[in-house]
């Protein structure tokens, strides 16, 4: 098997344990609790995001790394923490933290999208050894984070009175 089918596969079956622990243990205690707490359960998981800038820092990655790949990957992580984080402190200014918590959901999501865009564009799955220390970050990690932010949106649709 190619290391392309490889990291392919691992992208796609990391969901799969993620899935079912969100669904067993997660998503029913983020269901049953107020609003702005599950929200601030989940910026405190993305919080971490500024990990991300990992992706530029020479010796972690190879330099086979495609660059397109790694700056839009480690900006968008690291923006995505800041302002996850910027949730987790506003939590008393509940108008500002409703912001953050939108801007970091849209802007993490977005940066996951985007990064898988890229990542497929630019080869990553032929150069997947190139990601060095950080491999585990889209087969582990990026399912979590894109599972919670699918949770985070349908928290923040969910009609007040389905509490």
Not at 10 to 23: I, K, M
Not at 90 to 103: G, N, Y
């Amino acid at each position: 098997m190619s290391p392309a089918t490889v990291f392919q596969m691992q992208l796609v079956l990391g969901y799969v344990p993620w899935l079912l622990c969100f669904s067993a243990y997660g998503w029913p205690r983020l269901k049953a609790m107020d609003r702005a707490e599950a929200q601030r359960a989940i910026a405190a998981v993305h919080s971490f995001r500024f990990f991300g800038l990992v992706f530029i820092v020479p010796g972690v990655v190879g330099p086979n790394l495609p660059t397109g790949f790694a700056t839009f990957a480690a900006y968008g992580d690291f923006a995505t923490g800041l302002l996850a984080m910027l949730a987790l402190m506003t939590v008393r200014i509940r108008p500002v933290f409703w912001l953050f918590v939108v801007a970091f959901n849209l802007v993490g999501a977005v940066d996951i999208i985007v990064d898988y865009y890229h990542g497929n564009q630019l080869g990553l799955p032929a150069v997947a050894g190139a990601l060095g220390a950080t491999y585990a970050i889209p087969i582990i990690y990026v399912p979590l984070l894109m599972v919670t932010h699918a949770a985070a949106f349908h928290l923040l649709v969910r009609p007040p009175a389905a509490e």
